[in-house]
């Protein structure tokens, strides 16, 4: 019965025109077995049947072709549509990868260095300063500001190493300046949101600490400064356009389509205490590179398959093997003494590299592969890259509060599936 589902919705990806194309057509280490797959699609029917998801949809491609793809559940419980190919998420920090690829592209060309200093195309980043509490002798705290040690490179923005943090979470006096700044409510243009996070203390010395925060933000404003365009206008160019992720963009611009745009459930719609999820019908100045693309499973997968095939997509170069392969290698190694914040959302068993988490350590109890790199969003969205199986994953849901138990629980399902 599986299998014909599979072919039925592979038969449905070709005729949408959303599969990937086949890279290298070497042997899997490892396949998806069927009974496998039947507990990976119990689980999601599940999550929706028992009121935790509205839906989802699962696509796993192997070898450049749907192994598997499933829609699950509603787009959205109040108008009770159902979840399909077309459905629109809010990708969140799935935005970084791809700006971060729009940043290796420039590396490539000679234009930007992973080694300068941000302040080289953002002067005001010059001026920065740590802040660092003190406890004077009547015992009260204060904030002092601290000149930087070294300045903040577009490798620690990359690897979020630049000391910017979000701020909605572990505490202190600059992370409440941060959150106390709104940067997430406020629409500005790049150039502005760059202004003002420059004139926010960092919270440790660049290169210290491995901190998430608006760090591919500021990176997608130094690309719009190189490139002379709108961070939109340049992956338009030379990324979305030609690889034909046309439905990936700031917002939904066109009304038509907003019946296709997934929902959260109604009580789930918090991504941090004070922030609701972005309601993507409206116009948006801020084109955020950390957090603020919207898109279709069908667009990612043929970015996923960009990058899984080593730079190529269907006989077009985006970027080298070698630049793939830098940015999926740990850059926060034991060797870099660079410390972990306390969330560390990358997990014990992977490092990060430009842009993606990569595993480094094989789970207990698990034959996880090695060098598998991947990313999420706050909205539930996740993707996984596995060279060694040719293969990649994209789960697509809105679901800020279950997002994490959620990954954890199909990921090991996934790989349960194959053996490992």
């Given at each position: 019965?599986?299998?014909?589902?599979?072919?039925?919705?592979?038969?449905?990806?070709?005729?949408?025109?959303?599969?990937?194309?086949?890279?290298?057509?070497?042997?899997?280490?490892h396949?998806?077995?069927?009974?496998?797959?039947?507990?990976?699609?119990?689980?999601?029917?599940?999550?929706?049947?028992?009121?935790?998801?509205?839906?989802?949809?699962l696509?796993?491609?192997?070898?450049?072709?749907?192994?598997?793809?499933?829609?699950?559940?509603?787009r959205?419980?109040?108008?009770?549509?159902?979840?399909?190919a077309?459905?629109?998420?809010?990708?969140?920090?799935?935005?970084?990868?791809v700006?971060?690829?729009?940043?290796?592209?420039?590396?490539?060309?000679?234009?930007?260095?992973?080694?300068?200093?941000?302040?080289?195309?953002?002067?005001?980043?010059?001026?920065?300063?740590?802040?660092?509490?003190?406890?004077?002798e009547?015992?009260?705290?204060?904030?002092?500001?601290?000149?930087?040690?070294?300045?903040?490179?577009?490798?620690?923005?990359?690897?979020?190493?630049?000391g910017?943090?979000?701020?909605?979470?572990?505490?202190g006096?600059?992370?409440?300046?941060?959150?106390?700044?709104?940067l997430?409510?406020?629409?500005?243009?790049?150039?502005?949101?760059a202004?003002?996070?420059?004139?926010?203390?960092?919270?440790?010395?660049?290169?210290?600490?491995?901190?998430?925060?608006?760090?591919?933000?500021?990176?997608?404003?130094?690309?719009?400064i190189?490139?002379?365009?709108?961070?939109?206008?340049?992956?338009?160019?030379?990324?979305?356009?030609?690889?034909?992720?046309?439905?990936?963009?700031?917002?939904?611009?066109?009304?038509?389509?907003?019946?296709?745009?997934?929902?959260?459930?109604?009580?789930?719609?918090n991504?941090?205490?004070?922030?609701?999820?972005?309601?993507?019908?409206?116009?948006?100045?801020?084109?955020?590179?950390?957090?603020?693309?919207?898109?279709?499973?069908?667009?990612?997968?043929?970015?996923?398959q960009?990058?899984?095939?080593?730079?190529?997509?269907?006989?077009?170069?985006?970027?080298?093997?070698?630049?793939?392969a830098l940015?999926?290698?740990?850059?926060?190694?034991?060797?870099?003494?660079?410390?972990?914040?306390?969330?560390?959302?990358?997990?014990?068993s992977?490092?990060?590299?430009?842009?993606?988490?990569?595993?480094?350590?094989?789970?207990?109890?698990t034959?996880?592969?090695?060098?598998?790199?991947?990313?999420?969003g706050?909205?539930?969205?996740?993707?996984?890259?596995?060279?060694?199986?040719?293969?990649?994953?994209?789960?697509m849901?809105?679901?800020?509060?279950?997002?994490?138990?959620?990954?954890?629980?199909?990921?090991?399902?996934?790989?349960?599936?194959?053996?490992?």
């Amino acid at each position: 019965m599986f299998g014909r589902r599979a072919l039925i919705a592979a038969l449905v990806l070709l005729a949408g025109g959303i599969v990937a194309k086949a890279g290298s057509e070497r042997p899997a280490v490892h396949t998806l077995a069927p009974a496998g797959l039947a507990k990976v699609s119990d689980y999601i029917r599940n999550e929706v049947a028992t009121g935790k998801i509205p839906g989802a949809i699962l696509l796993l491609q192997q070898h450049g072709k749907p192994v598997y793809y499933q829609n699950f559940g509603v787009r959205d419980v109040a108008t009770e549509l159902s979840m399909s190919a077309d459905t629109i998420f809010r990708l969140y920090s799935m935005s970084k990868p791809v700006t971060s690829v729009m940043a290796m592209m420039l590396v490539e060309e000679g234009k930007l260095s992973l080694d300068d200093p941000v302040s080289k195309y953002i002067p005001a980043f010059a001026g920065m300063k740590v802040g660092i509490e003190k406890k004077a002798e009547d015992g009260k705290v204060a904030l002092v500001l601290e000149p930087l040690e070294r300045p903040i490179t577009i490798k620690d923005l990359l690897r979020h190493t630049s000391g910017l943090p979000y701020g909605y979470y572990g505490g202190g006096m600059v992370r409440e300046l941060y959150a106390n700044a709104n940067l997430f409510n406020s629409d500005l243009t790049n150039a502005e949101f760059a202004a003002k996070i420059a004139t926010l203390p960092l919270v440790e010395q660049p290169g210290t600490v491995w901190d998430y925060g608006y760090s591919t933000d500021v990176l997608g404003r130094v690309v719009e400064i190189i490139a002379g365009q709108t961070l939109l206008q340049f992956e338009k160019e030379r990324l979305l356009d030609p690889l034909g992720m046309t439905e990936t963009a700031f917002f939904v611009a066109d009304p038509a389509k907003f019946p296709r745009i997934a929902e959260p459930m109604p009580e789930d719609r918090n991504i941090n205490p004070t922030t609701q999820v972005r309601d993507i019908r409206r116009p948006a100045t801020w084109e955020s590179g950390g957090g603020g693309m919207v898109g279709t499973i069908g667009d990612y997968a043929r970015f996923a398959q960009m990058l899984l095939n080593g730079g190529t997509y269907d006989g077009r170069r985006y970027l080298k093997p070698e630049t793939i392969a830098l940015m999926a290698s740990d850059h926060i190694g034991p060797e870099t003494k660079i410390a972990r914040d306390q969330n560390y959302y990358p997990g014990g068993s992977s490092g990060f590299g430009l842009g993606l988490a990569v595993r480094i350590l094989v789970p207990p109890g698990t034959t996880w592969p090695l060098g598998e790199y991947r990313w999420d969003g706050v909205g539930g969205t996740f993707f996984f890259i596995d060279p060694e199986d040719d293969l990649f994953g994209i789960f697509m849901v809105q679901t800020p509060t279950q997002r994490g138990r959620i990954q954890l629980a199909l990921k090991t399902l996934i790989y349960q599936a194959m053996g490992r």
